[in-house]
């Protein structure tokens, strides 16, 4: 079995995972090395980097081909999380509400049915705003002001809260509105609310390309290393608490978590269906796959936030586990074997919960 580190050791949760070697407590990750290894023997990645912590400990920390740990990537979807939480953060510390309205904030939307969406919606995939800009045409605003532009005109393709369509065009509303309760670019509000508190030293929403130049995508554009993101997920699984401090409120945490899709139309085929094989409609939360539901109470105990290039970061609170699997595909997502970067990557987690219990 191919391994980079083969230190053992116990790491406390304040700890990253880049900088502790530990490998495995006690828990036969083979399967997952091996299946990993296969990946990126295939040429799926280039390469690959995953760590798992279960009841605060790193037990499982490896990396593949040419990734190590401090590997900058763009994770995609991955970053829709990060994305909701900077703004979840904002209605910590302002006047924006998650009921409040876009022309609340935005006025030029006054009189548009788009003015009338609440914020929830926004980052829920429930708005009615298309999910992606018609083509041709492609995200190439320099600001998120110039992307109100492009988005201002278009027409919302069904009244928000009736349907749930995955995309990513909203939710740059969601980051107008919050760049207006704070008077700050949201680069500026990620790296003050969320990076720094965090020590996410290694981690942007803009430049959205080594080119540079572009408004933070906030469905697609985060740069990442699993050492930074991993330190998000332990706030997050923490409730918003980091080394002492509260860097979200546990009620953000906990609406982030709660369903936000309820009465919404969800088609069969949608994410949680195809990849997991679960059929209950209360898939999403406020930028997070809420992946499996405890029936009795409809709580999530294990939400995701997968990227189309491969990169799965997962919380579940059932196993007392975190984890963040990262890498970018090369070439199209779906492979001609039937491999698919996006809907394959719930495959880890249930092998972890399989090794772990």
């Known amino acids: 079995?191919?391994?980079y580190w083969v230190l053992s050791v116990v790491v406390l949760l304040v700890a990253s995972c880049a900088s502790n070697k530990g490998k495995r407590q006690g828990y036969d990750f083979s399967s997952l090395d091996s299946l990993i290894n296969v990946w990126v023997a295939k040429g799926y990645y280039p390469g690959a980097s995953v760590c798992v912590v279960k009841d605060n400990q790193t037990v499982f920390l490896q990396s593949y081909g040419n990734y190590t740990p401090d590997t900058k990537v763009y994770v995609a979807s991955a970053g829709k999380w990060v994305?909701?939480?900077?703004?979840?953060?904002?209605?910590?510390?302002?006047?924006?509400?998650?009921?409040?309205?876009v022309e609340k904030w935005l006025p030029q939307f006054a009189g548009d049915p788009k003015g009338q969406i609440p914020l929830r919606n926004l980052l829920s995939h429930t708005s009615g705003i298309r999910p992606y800009l018609p083509s041709p045409r492609v995200d190439n605003y320099n600001c998120l002001d110039s992307a109100m532009v492009e988005i201002l005109p278009l027409d919302t393709v069904f009244a928000y809260g009736t349907r749930f369509e995955y995309g990513g065009l909203a939710m740059q509303v969601a980051?107008?509105?919050?760049?207006?309760?704070m008077g700050r670019d949201f680069e500026t509000l990620f790296q003050e609310l969320i990076a720094r508190p965090l020590g996410m030293i290694n981690s942007h929403f803009t430049p959205v390309n080594t080119d540079g130049g572009h408004a933070p995508m906030l469905g697609g554009g985060l740069c990442t290393t699993l050492d930074d993101y991993i330190r998000f997920l332990a706030m997050i699984?923490?409730?918003?608490?980091?080394?002492?401090?509260?860097?979200?409120?546990?009620?953000?945490?906990?609406?982030?978590?709660?369903?936000?899709?309820?009465?919404a139309q969800v088609f069969a085929g949608e994410y949680v269906d195809?990849?997991?094989?679960?059929?209950?409609?209360?898939?999403?939360?406020?930028g997070e796959w809420r992946e499996l539901i405890d029936e009795q109470t409809g709580e999530a105990y294990q939400v995701s936030s997968p990227g189309w290039a491969g990169a799965y970061p997962w919380i579940n609170k059932q196993d007392g586990v975190y984890g963040f699997f990262i890498a970018h595909v090369q070439g199209s997502s779906s492979k001609e074997d039937g491999f698919s970067s996006f809907y394959g990557s719930p495959i880890i987690s249930s092998m972890v919960s399989a090794i772990v219990r």
């Open 1 to 3: 079995m191919r391994s």
């Open 83 to 101: 994305a909701a939480a900077v703004v979840g953060a904002v209605v910590d510390k302002s006047d924006l509400d998650w009921d409040d309205v």
């Open 175 to 181: 980051g107008s509105m919050a760049e207006k309760a």
């Open 237 to 263: 699984y923490h409730d918003g608490l980091f080394e002492g401090i509260q860097v979200l409120s546990k009620e953000t945490v906990v609406e982030m978590q709660s369903d936000q899709v309820k009465d």
């Open 274 to 286: 195809r990849a997991l094989g679960q059929e209950h409609t209360g898939v999403y939360g406020l």
